[in-house]
């Protein structure tokens, strides 16, 4: 048996103690941040400073609003004074529903990486194109197809992906709302046609603050592993316990107590993990 126990200083913690419904494993639009001209320095710079074995790092981000969007650069300095750069220029063209994105790496030796994503607005949804780069300028691309019924309660997921290797590589997901949640469904398909697929069964008792996630996995390779896992709402923090089931039976359990200590002004969280 592992056991952890994880004391947070702060009131900020007791944000966690929302139940809200989660999309695991699934790749979501990136949300736009957008940090004020205005705000103090030590909030626009988001300088933080590390320390391991006594030897100091930092990383020093800046953001600038701009008149379509944003521009942002983080810049991280090792301990021997190598710096490496992130680089992202934000465009929104709000009358054509579209957004771009273009993104470049600087590693310490001074070669780049860069990612540039474009995303249209659709009649029930959006499309998403991106075009990935690495130093030796071989191409990888991403694109994601998006469509939502509303009146049906179905959202569909189709993204598309093409590797370096130029092998091409799917993954087609359909959530439906339901009365207490959601389902979902999603089928991934590798270079070679073999497919693996992952349905999960999300449901919410708010009444009850009850939360349950029940997701089933068949690989690849056929077999099939299960996650069960449900969150209760406390008086003071939340209670969560999560079984994962492997191909052979073996099971791993995780059971989590998180709470908040008023008295200390302390966010506990104890985490028991039992293997079978």
């Known amino acids: ?7 947070v200083l702060g009131t900020s913690a007791a944000l966690s103690l929302g139940l809200g419904l989660t999309h695991p494993n699934l790749a ?9 001209s205005d705000a103090p320095k030590s909030r626009r710079q988001g300088r933080k400073h590390r320390s391991v074995d006594g030897k100091q790092r930092s990383k020093q981000t ?19 004074g190598r710096k490496a750069t992130r680089d992202v220029t934000v465009t929104n063209d709000r009358e054509l529903g579209q ?7 600087t590693g310490p030796g001074g070669k780049q990486r860069t990612a540039n994503h474009q995303t249209n607005k659709t009649q029930n949804g959006y499309t ?10 071989r191409q990888a691309t991403k694109d994601v197809v998006v469509n939502n019924d509303k009146e049906n309660g179905i959202r569909t997921k189709d993204v598309t992906f093409v590797g370096r290797d130029g092998q091409t590589r799917t993954a087609n997901h359909t ?11 999603s089928v991934l398909t590798d270079a070679n046609g073999n497919q693996a697929t992952r349905d999960a069964i999300v449901s919410r008792d708010t009444e009850n603050g009850v939360r349950t996630r029940d997701v089933d996995y068949v690989g690849r390779d056929g077999q099939t592993r299960t996650v069960n ?18 191909g052979n039976g073996d099971q791993v359990t995780r059971d989590v107590d998180a709470y908040w200590d008023a008295e200390s002004g302390t966010w506990v ?5 039992t293997k079978d």
């Not at 896992?229 to 079984?243: A, C, L």
């Open 229 to 246: 896992d449900t969150t209760s709402r406390t008086e003071d923090g939340y209670e969560r316990n999560t079984v994962l089931t492997r």
């Open 175 to 185: 959530t439906t709302q339901t009365e207490t949640g959601f389902e979902r469904n």
């Open 28 to 36: 979501h639009p990136e949300p736009i941040v957008l940090a004020q």
């Open 269 to 273: 969280k104890d985490i028991d993990v």
């Open 99 to 105: 957004r771009t994105k273009d993104v470049t790496y």
């Open 128 to 137: 998403r194109g991106s075009v990935f780069t690495d130093a030796q300028g």
């Open 1 to 7: 048996m592992l056991r952890r126990s994880l004391l």
């Open 62 to 80: 800046r953001h600038k609003r701009t008149e379509n969007g944003r521009e942002s650069r983080t810049e991280w300095t090792g301990h021997n």
